[in-house]
């Protein structure tokens, strides 16, 4: 099998990669599992250091890296060096804070001294995707060294300049090369990789069907699962909210990474009242919108990351219109096969229709009517997603009251959703289950080791017999 840097603004393959053999995955493992048992041995302040050296690095190479972005998945080099230099932040954010979030936890009880200690597990597997190529592998990487884990990356095929771009930061930061390691391999060898021993734990950012499969097979083998999934982003807009900052951020919100984000805004719920003066408002911000090559500098959004995606994408819109949806902004693919899509407006979107059940991972905004703020709600979370949401309005403390009654991971006020090392990121219902960043995410691969130590009792002294 082999593996393709494909550029989807030329449309040329850059490279191609041979896959690893199974052999050759083993060796790595078996490596990784000898590194584990010396990793763990190490301090904090070691690790601290080394992972302060790969954000320097992550610094040092941004644009190295943001054009390896713009030419393997479309992403303008604009964003790829932001994308960067978060990553740099997470890294210098768990050099600083992994000890504190895993020193051991002392718990009253009746013994002389009892606490919680929280213990590297061992080879975490982490199985990622293309669309983020660097955020979404150090946001596992960055905590799950901290911890004293050794990382496995089995990457989306369509990025191995990344991945291994991002082997060599570490290996070039200090870390001994087994802690962590690229497998250029195909997604068939991803269950012989959760089945062996060795590894102790998978987490998976990507697709539902992807995450049922590596949950399926993790829970025959009885191995903790983190899985961050697909997300339809409600985007509520009441009818006191500043309509023109709610329409500006709407689109900004729909159009991050060219619309292929879990939490890009996708569902836009307005109130009756404002919809068609907010649907005129978000359709001239999004007309605003750049596209061109994802190397100049002047590019705000590029194609989509293959064109497979894009064909995929214009058949959702189609069937929907087919059922019902009224197109507001007519953008899309100029022609089958093309990975350019414009950004494009459907209204009059009902249950049924593809438009209101699906996930459209590209830039499509699909705008809901709402009677009132709670029938915003009931649209919000009338969806097999939960993973972000935000909320406009002219009353913050109403804006978090209702935010208490939307099912997701992550809720914001007046802002678009994004993710950040101190706030923790996950989802709920088909968006996955556990949390990445944060305390909470550093603590995920861990073992949560009770330790009780009892109470000293003293022998009675001895009688004297008279």
């Known amino acids: ?25 083993e060796r790595i493992v078996s490596q990784a599992h000898r590194a584990a048992a ?12 080394l992972m302060h050296r790969a954000a320097t690095l992550l610094r040092e190479r941004q644009d190295e890296l943001a054009r390896m972005m713009a030419i393997e998945m479309g992403k303008p080099i604009v964003d790829g060096r932001a994308e960067v230099l978060k990553c ?8 600083d804070h992994a000890e504190g979030f895993l020193a051991d936890e002392e718990i009253k009880t009746e013994a002389q001294h009892s606490f919680i200690s929280h213990e590297p597990i061992g080879i975490v597997l982490a199985v990622m995707p293309w669309n983020f190529p660097f955020w979404q592998v150090v946001r596992f990487a960055a905590p799950a060294l901290m911890a004293g884990n050794v990382g ?64 399926a097979t993790a829970g025959r083998e009885i191995k903790k699962t983190v899985l961050e999934l697909g997300g339809s982003d409600a985007f509520i807009v009441l009818a006191d909210a500043d309509l023109e900052q709610a329409a500006k951020t709407a689109a900004q919100a729909r159009m991050i990474n060219s619309g292929q984000s879990c939490i890009a805004a996708k569902r836009f719920i307005v109130e009756k009242p404002i919809l068609k003066e907010f649907i005129s408002k978000m359709k001239t911000h999004l007309l605003a919108f750049r596209t061109g090559d994802p190397l100049d500098e002047a590019t705000q959004y590029g194609p989509l990351a293959r ?10 819109v189609e069937d929907s219109v087919k059922q019902g949806a009224k197109v507001e902004l007519f953008g899309g693919q100029s022609k089958p096969g093309t990975a350019l899509f414009r950004p494009t ?6 249950p049924g229709q593809r438009a209101y059940e699906e996930e459209f991972f590209g830039p499509v905004a699909i705008i809901l009517e709402a009677k009132n703020a709670n029938d915003a ?8 997603f939960g993973l972000g949401a935000s909320i406009w309005t002219e009353n913050p403390k109403r804006g978090e009251e209702l935010a208490r009654r939307v099912e997701a991971g992550a809720v914001f006020v007046n802002s678009l959703v994004k993710s950040s090392p101190e706030m923790p990121f996950g989802g709920v219902k088909k968006s996955g289950y556990g949390r990445e960043l944060s305390y909470l995410g550093i603590r995920e691969f861990v073992n949560q080791k009770s330790i009780w130590v009892a109470k000293e009792t003293k022998p009675e002294p001895k009688k004297k017999v008279e």
């Open 88 to 95: 740099a932040l997470t890294c210098d954010y768990y050099a």
């Open 377 to 384: 709600i009931r649209l919000a979370n009338d969806s097999r």
């Open 345 to 350: 407006m459907l209204s009059n979107v009902k």
């Open 152 to 215: 496995l990356l089995k990457h989306a095929s369509n990025v191995p300049q990344c991945a291994l771009a991002l082997e060599k930061i570490f290996h070039d930061a200090g870390f001994p090369p087994a802690t962590f390691r690229t497998l250029l391999i195909g997604s068939e060898l991803v269950t012989k990789l959760i089945e062996d021993d060795r590894v102790k734990a998978v987490t998976l950012t990507g697709s539902e069907p992807a995450g049922a499969q590596v949950a």
């Open 1 to 25: 099998m082999a593996i393709e840097s494909f550029n989807p603004y030329t449309g040329r393959i850059e490279r191609r990669f041979r896959a690893f053999s199974w052999a050759q995955t």
């Open 307 to 316: 064109p497979d995606l894009a064909d995929e994408l214009t058949q959702q």
């Open 38 to 49: 010396e990793w763990r041995t190490t301090s904090f302040a070691h690790r601290s250091q």
